[in-house]
């Protein structure tokens, strides 16, 4: 079986089994530690506008981290966590935020006509403006620090051990969900459905990066899901604070939105199956 395009890009460096235990550990420390003292002077204001943007601004060290490791410990290019060419392919960046932005619109419509989920207009939306200015600034800094050490670092790592696209999905979404069981929505939820939520989303956004051998298109997913659910779709006593055009009490996951989700995940695998499908004939041809 030859090796997915994706994985292989690891080859490039210095692959020791210490050094990606070292670059994990260095990564969450820097992350955390710096987080814990970047925060701090925030515990007493946790809803401020301050708080909120540091909050997402600490995820820069994440992905300094992630850099750190890949370029310093591995001695190969921050780019080798993106793909192939080394850099952001604009199109499937677009085309998975569209992608992702119809569908999660959609679930969201079918939860309200037949699972009775009420969301109300948000009547203070615009007086949220320097929320909602940060939210659209700093929440694809957030989700990109997130895609390129758990999509990219972690997931190149765990190729080293196995080939198995199921193994390596099933993988990456457990480590996935593991720090977002810190979250507030894990405590107001049955924990075995919460957990579900997030394993959801980190081994489809897996299987995604491995079938077009980039992370082009798990970054434009994570970033627009994350924008449409602060700005757009919002829910009460989350991690993020309610300030979305549309918002509804409590932050309730249910079986059925685990259904729609997985549901919403096998749509956008099948199109972007599809539309790698089409771009790889169209390249045949013209090399041709």
Do not use: C
Not at 48 to 76: E, K, N, P, Q, Y
Not at 161 to 182: A, R
Request: glycine share 10%; charged share 10%; net charge neutral.
């Amino acid at each position: 079986m030859s090796k997915n395009v994706y994985l292989a890009l690891a080859d490039q460096g210095k692959n020791a089994w210490w050094r990606y235990a070292v670059g994990i550990v260095l990564t969450l420390l820097i992350w955390m530690v710096g987080t814990a003292f970047l925060t701090y002077p925030f515990l007493d204001a946790p809803d401020s506008l301050a708080a909120f943007a540091v909050s997402l601004l600490t995820f820069g060290l994440l992905i300094i981290g992630t850099w750190m490791a890949t370029a310093w410990l591995h001695r190969r290019s921050f780019g080798s966590l993106i793909g192939p060419g080394g850099r952001l392919n604009g199109r499937r960046l677009l085309l998975g935020a569209g992608i992702w932005a119809g569908l999660l619109t959609l679930t969201t419509l079918v939860n309200v006509i037949f699972m009775g989920v009420r969301y109300t207009f948000n009547a203070n939306f615009l007086q949220y403006w320097p929320y909602l200015l940060a939210a659209l600034l700093l929440i694809p800094l957030q989700t990109s620090a997130e895609e390129f050490f758990f999509r990219g670092y972690l997931l190149q790592a765990s190729g080293r051990l196995t080939k198995n696209w199921l193994v390596l999905s099933l993988l990456n979404g457990v480590l996935f969900t593991l720090p977002h069981l810190f979250n507030p929505e894990a405590e107001q939820n049955d924990f075995l459905i919460a957990f579900l939520n997030w394993f959801l989303v980190g081994a489809g956004w897996t299987l995604i990066t491995l079938r077009s051998g980039s992370l082009d298109y798990a970054l434009g997913i994570h970033a627009i899901n994350n924008l449409l659910l602060t700005v757009l779709f919002g829910y009460t006593g989350g991690g993020l604070p309610a300030i979305a055009l549309f918002v509804t009490e409590g932050a309730q996951i249910t079986l059925y939105d685990n259904v729609t989700l997985f549901a919403a995940l096998a749509a956008a695998y099948w199109l972007i199956v599809r539309f790698e499908s089409r771009s790889e004939k169209d390249a045949v041809k013209t090399e041709a």
